[in-house]
C-alpha cells in the first residue's frame, strides 16, 4: 500500500530563516502531491498543489519541489515568521479523478522561535 | 473566500447511539468528503461522493457510515451505532469540478467524543 514519512520530529528554527520540510513517499506514482496547514483543533488548509510534470512552484515565501525519481517533495518556507508555527501535512491523491481520495503523512510540527 | 462549515464543532454521544455530523460544502464545489484524525494520528479518507453517489469509500466506512444530500447544500455523514474507537476528529472537505484536478478544501471538523 501507498507510504509517505514525514520528520515525526519537530522542527525548531528561528525567526527569518529558512524552514525546509520533508516528504518521502512509496508504492505508488502519484500525479498530485499537496501540501496543507493544520493547526491545533482545526482542518488542514491548503497551501500548494504540484503536478508530476512539475519540478517547484512557488506561492509567496512558499516553495515546493517534486521529485518523482526520488519520490520526495520538499516544503520550504522563506523568510519565516513566528505565525508559521503550525503542522505541515503532505498529502498525495490516490486516483487521477477528482473523485480521488488524499493520502496524507502524519505531519511535521514547525515551531519558529522570535 | 468561502469556506467549508461543519456543525456540531464538538459531539458528545454515549455508545451505541445514532450521530450526524453535517458539513455545508462550498457552494460551487459538487465533490464531497469525509474524512477523520484520530487523536495524534494521520488524517484517514472515508468515503468520497459525486452525483448523489458514493464514489469510493475506505475499509473503514462500513454499514455503520452512511453519507446523504438532502438537500441542495448539506451533505451529512451518518453512523448508526458508534463505538468508542468512532471517537476522532471528523473533516467534511469539498472541490470543484474541472478539468484538471482541484484541491480538497476542508471544513474545521467535528470533534465526536463516545462515552
Known amino acids: 500500500s501507498q507510504k509517505i514519512e514525514q520528520n515525526s520530529e519537530a522542527l525548531n528554527i528561528q525567526e527569518g530563516k529558512t524552514a525546509t520540510l520533508t516528504c518521502n513517499y512509496t508504492n505508488y506514482s502519484p500525479a498530485y502531491l499537496q501540501w496543507y496547514r493544520q493547526d491545533p483543533g482545526r482542518g488542514p488548509v491548503f497551501l500548494l498543489l504540484?503536478?508530476?510534470?512539475?519540478k517547484e512552484k512557488r506561492k509567496e515565501r512558499l516553495k515546493v519541489t517534486f521529485d518523482t525519481t526520488l519520490k520526495q517533495s520538499l516544503f520550504h518556507i522563506t523568510a519565516s515568521q513566528p505565525a508559521d508555527s503550525a503542522t505541515y501535512l503532505c498529502a498525495l491523491l490516490h486516483g487521477s479523478s477528482n473523485t480521488g481520495k488524499l493520502i496524507f503523512g502524519q505531519g511535521t510540527t514547525l515551531q519558529v522561535k522570535p | 473566500e468561502p469556506e467549508v462549515t461543519q456543525t456540531p464543532s464538538h459531539q458528545v454521544t454515549q455508545m451505541g447511539q445514532e450521530v450526524i455530523l453535517r458539513c455545508v460544502p462550498i457552494?460551487?464545489?459538487?465533490?464531497f468528503y469525509w474524512y477523520r484524525q484520530i487523536l495524534g494520528q494521520k488524517v484517514e479518507f472515508l468515503v468520497s461522493f459525486y452525483n448523489n453517489e458514493i464514489s469510493e469509500k475506505s475499509e473503514i466506512f462500513d454499514d455503520q457510515f452512511s453519507v446523504e444530500r438532502p438537500d441542495g447544500s448539506n451533505f451529512t455523514l451518518k453512523i448508526r451505532s458508534t463505538k468508542l474507537e468512532d471517537s476522532a476528529m471528523y473533516f467534511c472537505?469539498?472541490?470543484?469540478?474541472?478539468?484538471?484536478?482541484?484541491?480538497?478544501?476542508f471544513g474545521d471538523g467535528t470533534r465526536l467524543s463516545i462515552l
Open positions: 472537505a469539498s472541490s470543484p469540478v474541472d478539468r484538471d484536478y482541484q484541491p480538497q478544501h
Open positions: 504540484i503536478r508530476e510534470n512539475e
Open positions: 457552494s460551487n464545489h459538487l465533490y
